[in-house]
């Protein structure tokens, strides 16, 4: 199973400079809970911007750059390596959000209810082709003062 994390603004802002250009700790701990224990599969400016492998999670990172190696990562060349290692979480960036949309089953999207200026962008998609399956509130306090909501899709199956 493919599946996709990802966490976006209203106008699908993802990354700003090479980082969120929010802080929201309720995400953090979501996207922890969904991807511990599972192969999280992201490019190579995404890895840079995390810096280091995240823990108790396989960590792979895809490149067309046959030089990159990072210590506790797992490097691949092709959507087609990514597809052979059976189920995955594409991670990020948007390069990869792109390149596997259409492969995606399952999509655990966090709505961030802001506008922002942004330089990366979470791809359009067909709301069409999936299933809302579920959707909650993130808790709005003082360390998570913008308001959002968690939801997974899976994709229809004719």
Known sequence: MISLIVAHTRNRVIGRDGVM??????DLKHVKAITTGQTIVMGR??????GKPLPNRRNVVLTRSTDFSAEGVEVVHSKEDVLALGD???FGGAE??????????????????????GDTFFPEWDQKAFNLVWRREGIVDERNPIPHTFSLYERKRN
């Open 21 to 26: 250009p929010w802080h929201l700790p309720n």
């Open 45 to 50: 400016k995404t890895f840079a911007s995390i």
């Open 88 to 90: 995955v979480i594409i």
């Open 96 to 117: 990869l959000y792109r390149q596997f949309l259409d492969a995606v089953d399952r999509m655990y999207i966090t709505e961030i209810d802001m506008e922002t200026k």
